[in-house]
């Protein structure tokens, strides 16, 4: 019988893509025992936006979080996230930041490093990928799975070459728009088997209701890993729920380790979760839904929200399609970059200055410095009329920008002091310096935290 891993991801994707990331370890910590004893191939709980909500909205340490889930769950390894050189940030930062932060990262309990580059540059890969191998992490290489006239089966394939020679355990195919097909997902799952010969992994979502047709075509395909959620916190933008897929693989015979009794009660804690997310206003319906636009528009569900929110801001829904439609456009202009953080951010931002002030009369300093090539090398060409408007007849970089980025993990830490208590403290400043610094204040003295913190955007069953 083939053997199909499951990865859960309720406790980082499933949560982010649903609640903003906003459950705090409090409402799942009962749950850590029944989820560890399921049977997981892993549990995705760590990275991508966790640690920011950690230290801006949950007033929670994400290294201690990231401990206390270890202690917990013992038998299962921890998977996390990571931006490859953007690091759980959105911009690039030097080496040794990295280094370090995958050092900390597994000696704080994580066994599985999945790491991306929103470009597929390669050199924005490398050094984390080094890391985990150095550090004795399992070093998952990523592939950001978009359309284009740029990107091919072909070019696809030559990136999980390169990720194996970086010394991949595994190669994830990452779907975070949930615009993969289930050909697609077939013959790209088959030609990095044949190919790089390694694990394959599918990370897809349910925004475009492909997600069960490209799931079980990955497996047919061979596919060892695929990632799903939790029923409670499943469906819309988020993953695929556990629950069906691990019924419909054991009905058409394959073998999956999974402890249904112990999934039913740790899901059954999530509904709580669900319910007083629905009730807070916090899960907006709209996530939940089937975004077919996605199929057109390639904007992954995070992406629409944040567009919704800032047409809101400026008053000017009523561009919403028309900021929709632009959206393609400045990805075009960009040379098709895979719209995933920090990407889409930079492309959805510009597509409604667009269309507020006129196409490029405002261009953002994220565009700009992405125009320059600090994020990477762009998949395909970028428009020459940006190229003029933003460079004025400088050339564009070359190089791989990190490589002129000053060493700053030692001069962070003499910097901060007392301030910092370990190396954690010190990257969790770099990472996120205002909320950390926050964060340190309240550690310290409690009785600080202002009035409202909390109650205004921090969720909690609790309060319920
Ligand atoms: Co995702």
Known sequence: MTKIGITETILRDAQQSQIATRMPFSDFEKSLKDLDNVGYHSLECWGGATFDSCLRYLNED??????KIKEACPKTKLQMLFRGQNLLGYRPYSDDVIDKFVECSIKNGID??????ALNDPRNLKVAMEAVKKYGGHAQGSICFTQSPVHTLEKFVELGKT?????????????MAGIMGPKEAFDLV?????????????????TTGLAPF??????????????TALSSLSGGTSQYPTESIVYSLRQLGYEVSFDDKMAKRANDNFKKVQDTAIKSGLLDPYVMGTKTDALIYQVPGGMLSNLIAQLKAQNAMDKFDEALAEIPRVRADLGYPPLVTPTSQITGVQAVMNVLAGRYKMITNEVKAYVRGEYGQAPGEVSQELIKLVLKGEE?????????????FQKTKEELGKKAKSDEDVLSFIAFPQQAENFFKLRENPSSAPKEQGTTVKYSIRKA
């Open 396 to 408: 564009p970089k070359k190089g791989r920008f990190a490589d002129t980025l000053e060493p700053m």
């Open 62 to 67: 994400p290294w201690e979080r990231l401990r």
């Open 163 to 175: 990720l194996r020679e970086f010394g991949a355990d595994s190669i994830c195919i990452k779907d």
């Open 214 to 227: 490209t799931l079980l075509k990955s497996v047919e395909a061979g596919a060892d890993v695929i990632d």
């Open 112 to 117: 599985i490093v999945r790491v991306f580059d």
């Open 190 to 206: 088959k030609a990095l088997k044949d190919e790089v010969k390694l694990p394959v992994q599918v990370h897809t979502h349910c």
